[in-house]
């Protein structure tokens, strides 16, 4: 091969420029330090640069994020520090305050202290960083509490305007810190709140309309509960907060720190069928009252008409009572009652301390003294029964010790011996008297006293032709109140013709085990000593009592054993079952389902039952809502079809059976609905009180001055110079406006903030009708609608009226225009010593959630520390492998470079002799 001149030229040539390149990049590189300045020069390091460059941006984004969180977490503790000052100093106040020889002017030095802690707390619970509010989650540009103030201008409640979100910070890769704590978790965590019932995923199958602290929503079957929960929250005027709980139930949340929830339901039964209307354990009749013609009561006495007042000499009078043994325990006795010489102003106060001193005479539950009005009263035995005779209860005449009777006559009484009493001689069957018995979850406690499981109280219907379920009520109500152990504790209703009896206890928290009620004769229930069933009434036909709801239920006439032998199924031998709204799982009467049973036999009740459970299972309308059970009675067994769904509202037609097989159910002896009527039922509605900082801080700051205004009882009440207005329990508080009134039944539970609900109610419901923190009742129209002629009063049993009510309440009266007010005088009241000593442990727990939330904030900052710390050190790390991608080693530029330099002199040197001789002979 022959190798050109030229050829050795070129290649030379290319080398040496080769060379020259090498030499000039390293010059460049000594001169910058730049590893490269294209990506061409160095696509990987290019590529390892940009991902390195992108990685310190982030880290620079995550070190800024953490210096926000850590600011803002910063910010946040110091408040909260001085939040946990303030409430430290609230317990030291609260326990000096909860001291009784106090003074008034001692307790409120201390109350206004601890109104400036609150407002304090207020204040700071107001923090914003930055033009933000720190707890008001994300509604940062919104403050965090309003505050509601009263008619003085003292702060009575505050509302949240923020909500729970959580404002989080990216501080590292799938790294992020919640920086904020919401203030309704903090300052008002409990609120008053309503819990429904549980409740389907599908549409509500139910209709209607309610009223909501003064809006109104509307809700259709095909609604869901999602989309009511949605629709309540877009109203901001509401006040309230809607939420769902995993397990499918309506919470609603007071957004106030002390506010209760107004509800009523304005069409349908929207706010029953939600669960969220709260009442307490209650029976509920099926029927009208069927109560027989004849009033079988003990012997009775009745006075004349009285004049009031009534005056009893200067020595005083003796009644002589004597009762017979089946009136009283089977022993006779006889006792002189010494009456006080004084006026009497009303019938009412004469039974009063009639009932007191024959009660101290022959013990409690012996004799009633009854206020018939008109100023008629009644002697009657507390035993009732046809063993009870004329004999059994007499007035006047000697009494054992020799005391000689003298107020008989004057008291209106037939004095003995020659006079006839007044008794009813048909009462011989027992059927107009039941029993009531409270459970230990239905007494309401006031003052921190302790529940009581109440024993068993006899009641007496007073039967009579015509009778009505008004009338049953209305005798009820009437022996409710003047039981001590009853009254304010249970009450009756009239509903459609039918009769309610419910606890005034309200919540989950009371079951229907504890209104129960019971016939006066035990046992087996006859038709001759059923009370309760002359009422409407379910009761256990063994015992009499009445039991909690009961299932529609269809019971199988086919007994094992020996019954009918084994029951044979044909093919496909089938039956429907039609469930009703009541007892379907979503609320709606659906359409007959049907159960196709396998053919075969059946030797035993189990088999059957468990033959059409599983075809039940298979069927999803009817899974979770109907059931066959094995029911045994008398020792045989028999097959019982019943409805899961419990509740008075149970109708025989919410089960039904129908043939698709013509014969079938007949083949297995399964008959016609029965539905036991009436029933117990738990309480609805679970009820959450007020339990929060700020809802404290305001009750105590209000009963140390002297003014725990809603739960102030109406018999406590006092005016401000310590004098009492004259309310008791049976008195009546009659509200009037456009011609119409409506009554209110003083009870020993009834409380100032009962008394505000009464007039809103008979006002309407669009007025605000408040209790003041002074003791007062603000009623106040916000509607352009006046209304006319309202008055405010109260009277005795009597129909006397209560001077010192009406002179608090005589500001309360006319017409009430638009944007007008009205309100009451003030009172005072003085029983707050043991809610005070109750409110340290709602202080207590305040102080416990506050550390808790420090105790977050602080563990949120370590982790915000640690995490720069180690930001720091990945920023060093990842800048020394930027530098070494895209810088140079100098010495070793410079090594190179002077190594190139070598090469190129050392090529030029050999070049130059290389290519002279290769020239020659190129011109030679």
């Known amino acids: 091969m022959r190798i050109s001149s030229q050829l050795i030229t070129s290649s030379f040539l290319g080398d040496l420029s080769s060379i020259q390149q090498r030499l000039a990049r390293l010059q460049h590189q000594s001169a910058t330090g730049k590893a490269f300045d294209r990506p061409r020069d160095a696509p990987a390091a290019v590529s390892r640069s940009l991902n390195l460059q992108r990685a310190l941006t982030y880290l620079n984004q995550y070190s800024r994020n953490a210096d926000d969180g850590t600011n803002r977490l910063s910010f946040t503790e110091t408040a909260v520090t001085e939040v946990q000052a303030q409430m430290q100093r609230l317990r030291e106040l609260t326990v000096q305050g909860s001291n009784s020889y106090l003074t008034p002017a001692d307790r409120g030095a201390i109350a206004t202290e601890v109104n400036q802690l609150f407002e304090q707390v207020i204040t700071l619970s107001n923090s914003s960083l930055r033009g933000r509010y720190v707890f008001s989650g994300f509604q940062t540009l919104t403050r965090s509490f309003f505050i509601n103030a009263s008619s003085d201008g003292v702060t009575s409640s505050v509302s949240y305007r923020g909500d729970s979100g959580q404002i989080g910070r990216n501080i590292g890769i799938q790294r992020d810190l919640d920086v904020n704590v919401s203030g309704r978790e903090l300052f008002m965590e409990q609120t008053y709140t309503l819990t429904g019932k549980l409740l389907g995923s599908g549409a509500l199958g139910f209709a209607g309309s309610f009223e909501m602290n003064d ?185 054992a010790d020799g005391t000689v009777d003298t107020a008989s006559a ?302 102030s009882r109406l018999v406590a009440l006092q005016t401000e110079g310590r004098a009492s207005i004259g309310l008791y329990q049976g008195h009546k508080i009659r509200i009037s406006s456009d011609g119409s009134f409506k009554e209110l039944t003083v009870q020993r539970f009834t409380t100032l903030q009962d008394l505000a609900s009464a007039i809103e109610d008979k006002l309407g419901f669009q007025l605000e009708v408040k209790v003041q923190r002074d003791g007062t009742i603000q009623i106040f129209n916000p509607s352009d609608t006046p209304v006319q002629g309202i008055k405010i009063e109260a009277f005795d049993q009597g129909g006397n009226p209560v001077n010192g009510f009406n002179q608090l309440f005589r500001d309360v009266s006319g017409n009430l225009p638009y944007r007008g007010t009205m309100i009451s005088a003030q009172v005072y009241e003085d029983e707050r010593f043991a809610r005070l000593t109750q409110r340290i442990g ?22 915000l520390e640690l995490t720069v710390t180690q930001n720091e050190v990945l920023e060093v790390n990842l800048q020394e492998l930027q530098t070494s991608n895209d810088f140079v080693d100098m010495a070793e530029v410079i090594t190179l470079m002077s190594q190139q330099e070598n090469v190129l002199r050392a090529a030029l040197s050999t070049g130059s002799r290389v290519l002279q001789p290769s020239l020659f002979d190129f011109l030679s």
Not at 636 to 655: C, F, K, P
Not at 846 to 855: M, N, P, R, Y
């Open 215 to 399: 809006r109104f929503f509307s809700v259709s079957p095909g609604m869901k509960l999602s989309q009511l929960r949605d629709l309540i929250n877009q109203d901001s005027e509401a006040g309230v907060e809607a939420v769902i709980s995993g397990d499918n139930r309506l919470l609603l949340r007071s957004m106030s720190s002390s506010e209760s929830i107004k509800l009523r339901d304005l069409s349908g039964t929207v706010l029953e069928d939600l669960g969220v209307l709260p009442q307490g354990a209650f029976n509920l009749a099926q029927s009208a009252p069927t109560l027989p013609l004849t009033d079988s009561r003990g012997a009775i006495h009745t006075s004349a008409a009285l004049v009031f007042p009534l005056s009893i000499g200067t020595a005083g009078q003796t009644l002589v009572l004597q009762l017979g043994g089946a009136a009283n325990s089977n022993v006779t006795d006889s006792k002189a009652i010494k009456l006080d010489a004084k006026s009497y102003n009303t019938s009412a106060e004469l039974q009063a301390e009639l009932q007191k001193k024959i009660d101290l005479a022959f013990g409690q539950e012996k004799i009633l003294v009854n206020d018939m009005g008109g100023g008629v009263l009644e002697l009657e035995t507390f035993e009732q029964s046809g063993a009870v005779t004329l004999s059994d209860l007499r007035v006047g005449g000697t009494a």
């Open 410 to 711: 004057l008291l209106g009484f037939n004095a003995l011996p020659g006079v006839q009493e007044v008794a009813d001689l048909a009462g011989v069957d027992g059927n107009d008297r039941f029993s009531l018995d409270l459970g230990l979850s239905a007494y309401r406690t006031i003052n921190g006293e302790p529940a009581v499981d109440l024993a068993p109280v006899m009641l007496n219907i007073n039967a009579a032709a015509g009778l009505t379920a008004a009338d049953v009520v209305a005798d009820l109500n009437k022996q409710f109140l003047a039981n001590k152990f009853l009254s304010g504790l249970v009450e009756a209703r009239e509903e459609g013709g039918r009769i309610r009896l419910q606890t005034t206890r309200q919540g989950k928290e009371v079951f229907g085990t504890d209104l129960l009620l019971s016939n006066a004769v035990g046992g087996a229930v006859a038709p001759a000593t059923d009370t309760l069933g002359a009422l409407g009434f379910y009761r256990d036909v063994a015992t009499g009592i009445s039991a909690p709801p009961v299932p529609a239920s269809v019971f199988s006439t086919a007994a094992y054993p020996p019954g009918i032998g084994a029951i044979a199924l044909g093919v496909n031998d089938s039956f429907s079952i039609d469930l009703g709204p009541s007892s379907s799982l979503d609320g709606t009467d659906l359409a007959p389902q049907n159960i196709v049973l396998t053919a075969g036999a059946y030797p035993t009740a189990a088999g059957l039952a468990a033959e059409i459970n599983s075809q039940i299972g298979l069927n999803p309308n009817l899974k979770n809502a109907v059931q066959a059970v094995v029911r045994t009675a008398a020792g045989l067994d028999y097959v019982d079809i019943e409805t899961v769904g419990r509740g008075s509202r149970m109708q025989a037609a919410d089960l039904s059976l129908l043939d698709v097989t013509p014969g079938a159910l007949a083949n297995l002896g399964l008959g016609a609905p029965t539905v036991p009527g009436g029933g117990g039922s738990d309480g609805q509605g679970d009820i959450a009180l007020p339990d929060n900082i700020m809802d404290s801080m305001a009750r105590i700051r209000d009963e140390l001055y002297g003014f725990a205004a809603g739960e």
């Open 842 to 863: 709602n202080v207590d727990s305040g102080i416990e959630k506050i550390l808790s939330t420090l105790s977050e904030l602080g563990s949120r900052q370590k982790r």
